[in-house]
Protein backbone atom coordinates (compact mmCIF):
# COMPACT_ATOMS: atom_id res chain seq x y z
CA UNK A 1 0.00 0.00 0.00
CA UNK A 2 1.67 3.28 -1.10
CA UNK A 3 1.61 5.90 1.26
CA UNK A 4 -0.40 8.98 1.29
CA UNK A 5 1.13 12.08 -0.79
CA UNK A 6 1.63 14.55 2.01
CA UNK A 7 4.20 12.09 3.70
CA UNK A 8 7.88 12.68 2.23
CA UNK A 9 11.35 10.93 3.23
CA UNK A 10 14.63 12.74 3.59
CA UNK A 11 17.73 10.25 3.24
CA UNK A 12 19.32 10.41 7.00
CA UNK A 13 23.14 10.24 4.75
CA UNK A 14 22.92 12.42 2.36
CA UNK A 15 20.04 14.77 3.36
CA UNK A 16 17.63 14.47 -0.08
CA UNK A 17 14.02 13.49 -0.51
CA UNK A 18 13.50 10.34 -1.85
CA UNK A 19 11.81 11.36 -5.05
CA UNK A 20 9.56 8.51 -5.95
CA UNK A 21 6.45 7.04 -4.18
CA UNK A 22 7.05 4.44 -1.09
CA UNK A 23 5.08 1.88 -0.05
CA UNK A 24 4.35 0.82 3.58
CA UNK A 25 6.06 -2.10 3.12
CA UNK A 26 9.02 -0.20 1.91
CA UNK A 27 9.43 1.21 4.93
CA UNK A 28 8.49 -1.56 7.25
CA UNK A 29 4.84 -0.49 8.77
CA UNK A 30 2.11 -2.31 8.46
CA UNK A 31 -0.79 -1.43 6.40
CA UNK A 32 -3.36 -0.40 8.82
CA UNK A 33 -0.88 2.27 10.41
CA UNK A 34 0.62 6.24 9.08
CA UNK A 35 4.30 7.18 9.32
CA UNK A 36 4.96 9.38 12.14
CA UNK A 37 6.10 12.66 11.73
CA UNK A 38 9.99 13.29 12.62
CA UNK A 39 10.61 9.24 13.15
CA UNK A 40 13.34 7.10 11.06
CA UNK A 41 12.55 4.29 8.95
CA UNK A 42 14.92 1.99 7.41
CA UNK A 43 15.65 2.23 3.62
CA UNK A 44 18.32 1.85 1.91
CA UNK A 45 17.59 2.61 -1.90
CA UNK A 46 18.66 6.18 -2.02
CA UNK A 47 20.60 7.29 -4.99
CA UNK A 48 23.51 7.90 -2.65
CA UNK A 49 23.95 4.58 -2.18
CA UNK A 50 25.16 4.89 1.69
CA UNK A 51 21.67 5.81 3.27
CA UNK A 52 20.16 3.13 5.52
CA UNK A 53 17.50 4.91 6.79
CA UNK A 54 15.23 7.97 5.95
CA UNK A 55 13.48 10.54 8.10
CA UNK A 56 9.26 11.10 7.69
CA UNK A 57 8.30 14.71 7.13
CA UNK A 58 4.69 14.73 7.26
CA UNK A 59 3.97 18.36 5.20
CA UNK A 60 0.01 18.56 6.73
CA UNK A 61 1.58 18.60 10.23
CA UNK A 62 1.86 21.42 12.82
CA UNK A 63 5.27 22.54 12.53
CA UNK A 64 6.16 23.49 16.39
CA UNK A 65 8.78 26.05 16.91
CA UNK A 66 12.31 24.37 18.43
CA UNK A 67 13.50 24.88 21.90
CA UNK A 68 16.82 26.89 21.79
CA UNK A 69 19.49 24.63 21.80
CA UNK A 70 22.05 24.88 24.83
CA UNK A 71 24.62 26.90 21.77
CA UNK A 72 22.19 28.79 21.04
CA UNK A 73 21.64 29.76 24.65
CA UNK A 74 25.14 30.01 25.61
CA UNK A 75 25.29 32.84 22.48
CA UNK A 76 22.33 35.10 23.70
CA UNK A 77 23.60 34.75 27.22
CA UNK A 78 27.66 35.91 26.47
CA UNK A 79 26.02 38.44 23.72
CA UNK A 80 23.51 40.10 26.98
CA UNK A 81 26.35 39.75 29.28
CA UNK A 82 27.08 43.31 31.02
CA UNK A 83 30.68 44.89 31.15
CA UNK A 84 32.50 45.79 34.24
CA UNK A 85 35.55 46.29 35.79
CA UNK A 86 36.23 43.67 38.37
CA UNK A 87 38.73 43.23 41.21
CA UNK A 88 41.32 40.67 40.43
CA UNK A 89 40.63 38.97 44.01
CA UNK A 90 37.15 38.53 43.01
CA UNK A 91 37.77 35.92 40.95
CA UNK A 92 38.00 32.22 41.38
CA UNK A 93 38.80 29.54 39.13
CA UNK A 94 36.53 27.02 38.01
CA UNK A 95 37.20 23.74 39.79
CA UNK A 96 36.04 21.84 37.11
CA UNK A 97 38.08 23.86 34.08
CA UNK A 98 39.48 20.53 32.15
CA UNK A 99 42.81 22.30 31.77
CA UNK A 100 45.24 21.41 35.33
CA UNK A 101 48.44 22.68 33.99
CA UNK A 102 49.71 25.85 32.47
CA UNK A 103 52.72 26.28 31.03
CA UNK A 104 54.70 28.74 32.88
CA UNK A 105 56.97 30.79 30.17
CA UNK A 106 53.59 31.07 27.98
CA UNK A 107 51.90 32.53 30.94
CA UNK A 108 54.69 35.27 31.65
CA UNK A 109 55.43 35.92 27.72
CA UNK A 110 51.22 36.85 28.30
CA UNK A 111 51.77 38.96 31.20
CA UNK A 112 54.27 40.75 29.36
CA UNK A 113 51.82 41.55 26.95
CA UNK A 114 48.78 42.77 28.82
CA UNK A 115 51.86 44.68 31.12
CA UNK A 116 52.43 46.48 28.24
CA UNK A 117 48.93 46.05 25.78
CA UNK A 118 46.42 45.68 28.62
CA UNK A 119 43.69 42.91 28.08
CA UNK A 120 43.24 42.51 24.76
CA UNK A 121 39.98 40.66 25.38
CA UNK A 122 37.41 40.28 28.17
CA UNK A 123 37.41 37.46 30.93
CA UNK A 124 33.77 35.54 30.99
CA UNK A 125 32.63 35.17 34.44
CA UNK A 126 29.08 34.19 36.32
CA UNK A 127 28.26 35.23 39.95
CA UNK A 128 29.77 32.56 42.25
CA UNK A 129 27.09 31.74 44.63
CA UNK A 130 29.14 29.32 46.82
CA UNK A 131 32.36 31.60 47.97
CA UNK A 132 31.08 34.81 46.91
CA UNK A 133 32.71 36.79 44.08
CA UNK A 134 33.01 35.76 40.48
CA UNK A 135 33.77 32.42 39.07
CA UNK A 136 35.87 32.28 35.60
CA UNK A 137 33.87 30.94 32.90
CA UNK A 138 36.41 31.98 30.38
CA UNK A 139 39.54 32.88 30.96
CA UNK A 140 41.77 31.87 33.15
CA UNK A 141 44.95 32.13 31.70
CA UNK A 142 44.24 35.63 31.21
CA UNK A 143 43.23 35.88 34.89
CA UNK A 144 46.37 34.01 35.67
CA UNK A 145 48.58 35.99 33.61
CA UNK A 146 47.28 39.66 34.63
CA UNK A 147 47.99 38.59 38.18
CA UNK A 148 51.71 38.35 37.37
CA UNK A 149 51.41 41.44 35.39
CA UNK A 150 50.66 42.98 38.93
CA UNK A 151 46.95 43.89 37.77
CA UNK A 152 44.21 45.05 40.64
CA UNK A 153 41.29 45.13 38.66
CA UNK A 154 40.14 43.29 35.23
CA UNK A 155 37.46 44.26 32.67
CA UNK A 156 34.72 41.01 32.76
CA UNK A 157 31.74 40.14 31.20
CA UNK A 158 29.38 38.96 33.48
CA UNK A 159 26.69 36.44 32.31
CA UNK A 160 24.14 33.95 34.19
CA UNK A 161 25.42 30.91 33.05
CA UNK A 162 24.44 27.16 34.47
CA UNK A 163 26.87 24.46 35.47
CA UNK A 164 26.19 22.66 32.40
CA UNK A 165 27.15 25.78 30.26
CA UNK A 166 29.71 26.58 31.96
CA UNK A 167 30.93 23.00 31.53
CA UNK A 168 30.43 23.11 27.27
CA UNK A 169 32.10 26.24 27.25
CA UNK A 170 35.33 25.09 29.25
CA UNK A 171 35.74 22.36 27.12
CA UNK A 172 34.85 23.91 23.77
CA UNK A 173 37.39 26.71 24.34
CA UNK A 174 40.42 24.24 25.62
CA UNK A 175 39.93 21.93 23.25
CA UNK A 176 39.46 24.08 20.16
CA UNK A 177 41.79 26.64 21.45
CA UNK A 178 44.72 26.01 23.81
CA UNK A 179 45.56 22.34 22.85
CA UNK A 180 44.92 20.44 26.55
CA UNK A 181 47.27 17.44 26.94
CA UNK A 182 45.36 14.22 25.51
CA UNK A 183 45.06 12.58 29.28
CA UNK A 184 42.76 16.51 30.20
CA UNK A 185 41.00 16.48 27.23
CA UNK A 186 40.00 12.85 27.69
CA UNK A 187 38.99 13.37 31.63
CA UNK A 188 36.80 16.18 30.33
CA UNK A 189 35.08 14.07 27.77
CA UNK A 190 34.74 10.99 30.27
CA UNK A 191 32.57 14.07 32.40
CA UNK A 192 30.35 13.99 29.97
CA UNK A 193 30.00 10.73 29.38
CA UNK A 194 29.30 10.12 33.04
CA UNK A 195 26.79 12.51 33.05
CA UNK A 196 24.75 10.47 30.55
CA UNK A 197 26.06 11.66 26.87
CA UNK A 198 27.01 9.08 24.35
CA UNK A 199 30.26 9.60 22.39
CA UNK A 200 28.69 10.63 19.61
CA UNK A 201 26.83 13.69 21.28
CA UNK A 202 29.69 14.54 23.04
CA UNK A 203 31.94 14.76 19.62
CA UNK A 204 28.65 16.89 17.78
CA UNK A 205 29.13 19.55 20.74
CA UNK A 206 32.59 19.54 19.96
CA UNK A 207 31.87 19.81 15.82
CA UNK A 208 31.78 16.22 14.57
CA UNK A 209 34.80 15.24 16.91
CA UNK A 210 33.59 11.60 17.78
CA UNK A 211 36.53 9.64 17.11
CA UNK A 212 38.73 11.87 18.85
CA UNK A 213 36.31 11.77 21.61
CA UNK A 214 36.67 7.70 21.11
CA UNK A 215 40.76 8.34 20.78
CA UNK A 216 40.91 10.57 24.31
CA UNK A 217 38.79 8.06 26.21
CA UNK A 218 41.45 5.31 25.49
CA UNK A 219 44.00 7.33 27.03
CA UNK A 220 42.56 6.52 30.73
CA UNK A 221 43.32 2.92 30.40
CA UNK A 222 45.97 2.46 33.15
CA UNK A 223 49.12 1.62 30.74
CA UNK A 224 48.63 5.52 29.26
CA UNK A 225 47.40 6.97 32.34
CA UNK A 226 50.77 6.05 34.06
CA UNK A 227 53.18 6.89 31.25
CA UNK A 228 51.22 10.40 31.57
CA UNK A 229 51.99 10.85 34.81
CA UNK A 230 55.70 9.52 34.07
CA UNK A 231 55.81 12.02 31.88
CA UNK A 232 54.35 14.86 33.52
CA UNK A 233 56.81 14.11 36.79
CA UNK A 234 59.90 14.46 34.45
CA UNK A 235 58.71 17.65 32.97
CA UNK A 236 58.05 19.10 36.89
CA UNK A 237 61.83 17.97 37.63
CA UNK A 238 63.17 19.31 34.91
CA UNK A 239 61.44 22.70 35.69
CA UNK A 240 62.61 22.55 39.29
CA UNK A 241 66.03 22.06 38.24
CA UNK A 242 65.49 24.56 35.91
CA UNK A 243 64.51 26.74 38.76
CA UNK A 244 67.58 26.34 40.72
CA UNK A 245 69.89 27.11 37.74
CA UNK A 246 67.59 30.71 37.67
CA UNK A 247 68.56 30.98 41.37
CA UNK A 248 71.74 30.43 41.36
CA UNK A 249 73.07 32.46 38.81
CA UNK A 250 70.78 35.33 40.22
CA UNK A 251 72.64 34.71 43.42
CA UNK A 252 76.02 34.82 41.86
CA UNK A 253 75.03 37.62 39.95
CA UNK A 254 73.82 40.07 43.34
CA UNK A 255 76.71 38.85 44.88
CA UNK A 256 79.57 38.55 42.92
CA UNK A 257 81.99 36.66 43.92
CA UNK A 258 81.20 37.26 47.17
CA UNK A 259 79.62 33.95 47.98
CA UNK A 260 79.66 30.11 47.24
CA UNK A 261 76.98 28.29 46.99
CA UNK A 262 75.20 24.44 47.54
CA UNK A 263 72.24 22.58 47.84
CA UNK A 264 71.69 19.89 50.55
CA UNK A 265 68.93 17.04 50.62
CA UNK A 266 68.33 16.90 54.18
CA UNK A 267 67.72 18.59 57.53
CA UNK A 268 70.50 17.29 59.08
CA UNK A 269 73.06 18.03 56.52
CA UNK A 270 71.67 21.68 56.73
CA UNK A 271 71.83 22.27 60.33
CA UNK A 272 75.27 20.84 60.03
CA UNK A 273 76.40 23.27 57.51
CA UNK A 274 74.60 26.14 59.24
CA UNK A 275 76.66 25.45 62.48
CA UNK A 276 79.99 25.70 60.48
CA UNK A 277 79.07 29.10 58.95
CA UNK A 278 76.64 28.36 56.11
CA UNK A 279 73.70 30.63 55.22
CA UNK A 280 70.23 29.99 54.80
CA UNK A 281 69.15 30.68 51.64
CA UNK A 282 65.84 29.03 50.22
CA UNK A 283 64.28 25.52 49.83
CA UNK A 284 62.76 24.47 46.72
CA UNK A 285 59.91 21.96 46.10
CA UNK A 286 61.28 18.93 46.33
CA UNK A 287 62.63 19.54 49.70
CA UNK A 288 66.48 20.41 48.95
CA UNK A 289 67.51 23.85 50.63
CA UNK A 290 70.25 26.43 49.17
CA UNK A 291 72.82 27.56 50.68
CA UNK A 292 75.88 30.10 50.71
CA UNK A 293 78.78 31.11 52.48
CA UNK A 294 80.86 34.21 52.06
CA UNK A 295 84.23 34.18 50.94
CA UNK A 296 87.34 34.92 52.65
Known amino acids: MEIANNYVFR ?19 A ?48 EEARYEKLLVKELHPNPKQPRKFFDKVALQSLADSIATLGLLEDI ?9 GYQIVLGERRWRAAQIAGLETISCKIAEITDEEAKLISLVENVQRENLTEVEEAFSFKSYIDGGMSVGEVGQALGKMDERVADRLKT ?41 TQILSSKEDLIHSMNDGWEFVAQFSDGEFLLRKKLT
Do not use: M
Not at 124 to 132: A, H, K, N, S, Y
Open 11 to 29: CTNCGKKIPWPLSKSDIGI
Open 31 to 78: DWEDPTNGRRYPYEKCWCGWGKFVKCEDLEATVRPEAPSIEAKIKKKT
Open 124 to 132: LVRPDTTQG
Open 220 to 260: LSRHYYIRFQENRVQELSKDNENLKAELRALQRKRDGSKYT
